[in-house]
């Protein structure tokens, strides 16, 4: 991307296609999944966040796209097709040729919107 974006379609605008697709879709499936959350950018990517405080980040990279960030409630809810995507700490990393299903996005967004209900960070 060449200038920051202000709103996630910017950003979105800027990413490759392939990429851009991907993350069009991952962010219809958090934003049904979590209908509360707002959406903003956040650390120059696309967040949404749910009671003031970041529910997911998502982003695009030359090679990858990713979420974040990963907890234990999210994994434990992602189970093992989440667990191997796992790169990093905190971080799932996915090619836009082999998306983030769309149940695993439903069940880790919606952890994640328990995890915070709950007070977890």
């Not at 990279?61 to 097709?81: I, N, R, W």
Request: proline share 7%; with cysteine; net charge positive.
């Amino acid at each position: 991307m060449t200038e920051q974006a202000t709103d996630i379609d910017a950003y979105l605008a800027n990413v490759p296609e392939a990429h851009r697709e991907v993350l069009q879709r991952l962010r219809a499936q958090i934003r049904e999944a979590v209908p509360e959350a707002a959406e903003t950018i956040s650390y120059k990517i696309p967040t949404f966040k749910y009671r003031g405080r970041a529910l997911l980040y998502f982003a695009s990279h030359k090679d990858h796209c990713s979420v974040y960030p990963v907890t234990d409630a999210m994994l434990e809810a992602g189970g093992d097709e989440l667990s191997s995507r796992v790169a990093g700490k905190g971080t799932v990393r996915f090619k836009p040729g082999d998306p983030l299903p769309p149940r695993i996005v439903s069940r880790i967004a919606k952890a994640r919107k328990q995890e915070l209900d709950a007070g977890g960070r």
